[in-house]
């Protein structure tokens, strides 16, 4: 994540896009309060230090992946979804949750979802939005943010994008989902963590992976299911199993660093 000076004390604010965390005006987005619902104004963490990597996270409150919390990405929430929003920040693989209070949403009429001041907590309504809202919180001087969105309850797709040779997470890759005529009906943009939580239309019936999200290190390949395809490539998307309402894992999706074979893309048409 890279850092800029803007307006007064609001200094670098963050958001996921489909190439990455990108840097977007704190004080261009109307916020609910100056300081955020229920007035606080700002957290400080004292001595602990925000390092450059740090972000705003939706952490599912119910589930865990492998006994850790799932982190999701929020623009996939769903109506009447209950998360919680934590400003993070990694050394390596160490992951820590930073002090925080005073946390504001750019829903200023709260349509879709309440944000708990100090908590952090969101629980989504009952309504749909096709519009980008924004969840921040300021940490020392510095604002941070995650766009979010509500979807409505629809096939949810789990797994984790990992390292071929070493089974390692990989971070922050998007996966695009078809349905059965091509068309594309979803994406999830993979957090920090390496896991995924995609929400997508039932008829969801393939997915790819996103080549200019993927670190510079690995082929535009990836393996799924025993089989090889070629990211970018119509005919050569990787199919799903037939989604319902329940989460279906879809387990791993290997990609093939540069040093290593590609894979045969048996996978491909």
Known sequence: MRTVGIIGAMKCVNSWTRAGWILLPF??????????????TSSTGGSIVAG???????????????????ILDPLNLEVNQRVQFQLVTYSGTTRTVLPTSGWRTSDAAFAFGTLGDDSGLFQAGNQVT??????????????YFTPYQIKPRQGVVVGRIVDGTTGTPV??????????????????????????RASVPT??????????????????VFS?????????????????????????????????PRTAAEPDLTGCS
């Open 27 to 40: 004080a261009s987005l109307v916020f609910a309060g100056c300081g955020g619902a229920g007035g606080s």
């Open 52 to 70: 450059p990597e740090t972000f705003v996270e939706a952490i599912e409150v119910t589930t865990t992946f492998n006994g850790t919390p799932r």
């Open 130 to 143: 096709g519009t980008t809202y924004y969840a921040g919180v300021r940490f020392n001087g510095t604002d």
């Open 171 to 196: 971070r922050g890759v998007t996966l695009e989902f078809y349905d059965a005529a091509g068309v594309r009906v979803g994406t999830v943009a993979q957090p920090f963590s390496g896991t995924f």
């Open 203 to 220: 008829n969801a019936a393939a997915f790819s992976v996103i080549a200019d999200t993927m670190p510079a290190s690995y082929r535009r």
């Open 224 to 256: 799924f299911d025993g089989l090889g395809f070629r990211t970018g490539d119509p005919g050569c998307n990787a199919s799903l199993p037939t989604l319902g309402l329940t989460p279906v894992n879809i387990g791993d999706i290997s990609l093939t």
